[in-house]
C-alpha cells in the first residue's frame, strides 16, 4: 500500500484492510477482517508502526530482535573480533548476523558463530547454522564438535510459544534458561559471557545462585529495543569462571 502525508485525512484500502492517519507521525491502522483474530490484527498493526522493524528491513537485518542484541553489545562489550559465539534460538538469524559482524566471522583469522533453532531458517554467511531442537540429546553434541574447543560466548534468545498463562509462561521460559546455563557452563572459556532471555523477574532461585557462583558479573538488563508491552528481559554473566 502506498502512503502519502497530507493534510490529516484518512485514506483507505479496501484490499489490504489498511488506514492509514496521514499528517505528523504517521500511523498505520489495521482493520480486524473477516476471519483474522483480534490478537493477530494487533500484533500486525504494532509491526506496521514499529521503527525497529522499519530500520531492520532498510539495514539488511532478518529480525527487530537483531537491535537488542547490538544494544546489548553497545552497553556491555562482550562481542569482540575472533571471538568464538554460539547461538540457541537463532532463527530467523538477525542475532546470528549481528554476532557474525562483530566477531569478523566471515574474515580469516576471524571470529566464529554456531547457531541453532528448531525452525528452518536461512544459512546466515559466516556462520554455521544447524536446524535441531536444542533440547535434542543430541543438540550438545553437535555444537560441541561445531565449536571444535571452548566458546567465549552463549547466546541464547530462545522462548517457548506463549500460551497466555503467566505463570505457565514463566516456568518454560525458565526451563530453557536452565538448559542453556547447564550447555554454557560446559563449553564457556574462562573470562566467558553467557546472555539469556528471561520473563517477569528476571533469573531467581537456584539459577541464579549458580550463575553469580561462576561468573564475575551478573545483571538483567532491558535493551530499548524490546518492546515496553513485553515482560522480557536478558541476563549478562561476564567473567566465566571456569
Not at 490529516?8 to 484500502?13: A, L, N, Q
Not at 547490538?70 to 540457541?88: A, I, N, R, S, Y
Not at 525458565?174 to 546455563?181: D, I, P, S, T
Amino acid at each position: 500500500m502506498t502512503q502519502r502525508k497530507g493534510s490529516g485525512g484518512k485514506r483507505r484500502s479496501k484490499r489490504s484492510g489498511l488506514t492509514s492517519t496521514s499528517g505528523r507521525g504517521l500511523t498505520v491502522r489495521v482493520k480486524t477482517a473477516r476471519g483474522r483474530p483480534v490478537g493477530s490484527t494487533r500484533w500486525l498493526q504494532r509491526q506496521l508502526n514499529d521503527p525497529y522493524v522499519a530500520r531492520a528491513k532498510e539495514e539488511g537485518y532478518r529480525s527487530r530482535a537483531a537491535y537488542k542484541l547490538l544494544e546489548l553489545d553497545d552497553k556491555l562489550h562482550f562481542l569482540k573480533p575472533g571471538k568464538k559465539v554460539v547461538d540457541l534460538g537463532a532463527a530467523p538469524g538477525g542475532w546470528t548476523q549481528v554476532a557474525c559482524a562483530r566477531v569478523n566471522a566471515r574474515d580469516a583469522g576471524g571470529g566464529s558463530v554456531v547457531a541453532i533453532d528448531i525452525n528452518e531458517w536461512d544459512e546466515v554467511e559466516g556462520a554455521t547454522c544447524m536446524t535441531l531442537d536444542f533440547l535434542d540429546p543430541r543438540a550438545p553434541g553437535k555444537l560441541k564438535a561445531a565449536l571444535n574447543g571452548p566458546a567465549d560466548i552463549v547466546l541464547s534468545d530462545m522462548a517457548a510459544p506463549a500460551t497466555g498463562h503467566n505463570q505457565t509462561d514463566h516456568l518454560r521460559i525458565m526451563g530453557l534458561a536452565e538448559a542453556a546455563w547447564e550447555f554454557a557452563a560446559e563449553v564457556l572459556a574462562p573470562g566467558g559471557t553467557f546472555v539469556c532471555k528471561v520473563f517477569q523477574g528476571g533469573t531467581e532461585g537456584e539459577l541464579l545462585k549458580q550463575i553469580k557462583q561462576r561468573c564475575a558479573s551478573v545483571r538483567h538488563v532491558k535493551p530499548p529495543a524490546s518492546r515496553q508491552d513485553s515482560a522480557e528481559m536478558y541476563l549478562v554473566a561476564t567473567g566465566f569462571k571456569g
